[in-house]
């Protein structure tokens, strides 16, 4: 008696996969036409889903997404024509986006830009009103960069005042401002070892 030859799946599959591939084929030979409307007509589907995507989310541009870029370039702008580009998409953002959360970070970023370019008066008129907010982390931000706009002028009386509030405002800057503190007393003192 002969032996039966066993078919293994994966030659079953095969065979399977090999007759839908020769359909296939036979169907694109016997309608060609059939073929090229249902391939225009999913091409087309295809490129409208695209623009649409395209056209959402240039409608949506979020107001988180439109800050964090121009805090990125803030944060990788080395030469001050970046800086000041950085400066410039902060105000349009806040002039755009009055009030809110994003805002005041974007003020207190437009602050630290025009500190950056020691622009020293617009940055703590931008930065004075942030020092009462409501997230202590803006306002506590704030009131660093005031005291380092304070030192940076020379007026070590008024760094080391804004290094004491922000040494009782916030746990977290609080040995940075001991610091700043310290290294300022020292600075500010007349030496008395002369003789």
Same mark, same amino acid.
Request: glycine content about 8%; proline content about 3%.
């Given at each position: !008696?002969?032996?039966?030859?066993?078919?293994?799946?994966?030659?079953?599959?095969?065979?399977?996969?090999?007759?839908?591939?020769?359909?296939?084929?036979?169907?694109? +030979?016997?309608?060609?036409?059939?073929?090229?409307?249902?391939?225009?007509?999913?091409? @087309?589907?295809?490129?409208?889903?695209?623009?649409l995507n395209f056209l959402? +989310?240039?409608?949506?541009? *979020?107001?988180?997404?439109?800050? #964090?870029?121009?805090?990125?370039?803030?944060?990788?702008?080395?030469?001050?024509?970046?800086?000041?580009?950085? !400066? @410039?998409?902060?105000? #349009?953002?806040?002039?755009?986006?009055?009030?809110?959360?994003?805002?005041?970070?974007? !003020?207190?970023?437009?602050?630290? #830009?025009?500190?950056?370019? +020691?622009?020293?008066?617009?940055?703590?008129?931008?930065?004075?009103?942030?020092?009462?907010?409501?997230?202590?982390?803006?306002?506590?931000?704030?009131?660093?960069?005031?005291?380092?706009?304070?030192?940076? +002028?020379?007026?070590?009386?008024?760094?080391?005042?804004?290094?004491? !509030?922000?040494?009782?405002?916030?746990?977290?800057?609080?040995?940075?401002?001991?610091?700043?503190? @310290?290294?300022? *007393?020292?600075?500010?003192?007349?030496?008395?070892?002369?003789?």
């Amino acid at each position: !008696m002969p032996r039966i030859k066993r078919i293994t799946r994966k030659e079953i599959r095969r065979d399977e996969l090999f007759e839908a591939i020769q359909k296939t084929g036979l169907y694109i +030979k016997e309608n060609p036409h059939k073929i090229k409307v249902g391939g225009a007509i999913l091409g @087309g589907a295809i490129l409208l889903l695209l623009a649409l995507n395209f056209l959402i +989310k240039r409608a949506i541009n *979020t107001p988180g997404e439109e800050l #964090s870029h121009a805090i990125f370039s803030y944060h990788y702008s080395e030469d001050d024509a970046r800086l000041a580009s950085g !400066m @410039g998409q902060f105000q #349009s953002f806040i002039s755009k986006h009055k009030g809110g959360g994003l805002s005041d970070i974007a !003020m207190l970023y437009k602050g630290a #830009s025009e500190k950056g370019q +020691k622009g020293y008066a617009t940055a703590t008129e931008t930065l004075k009103p942030l020092l009462k907010n409501k997230n202590n982390v803006i306002s506590s931000s704030s009131l660093a960069n005031l005291a380092n706009i304070e030192e940076e +002028k020379g007026d070590l009386k008024k760094a080391i005042e804004y290094y004491k !509030m922000l040494e009782l405002k916030d746990d977290y800057l609080k040995k940075y401002a001991k610091e700043r503190i @310290g290294n300022l *007393t020292k600075i500010g003192t007349p030496s008395s070892s002369l003789p």
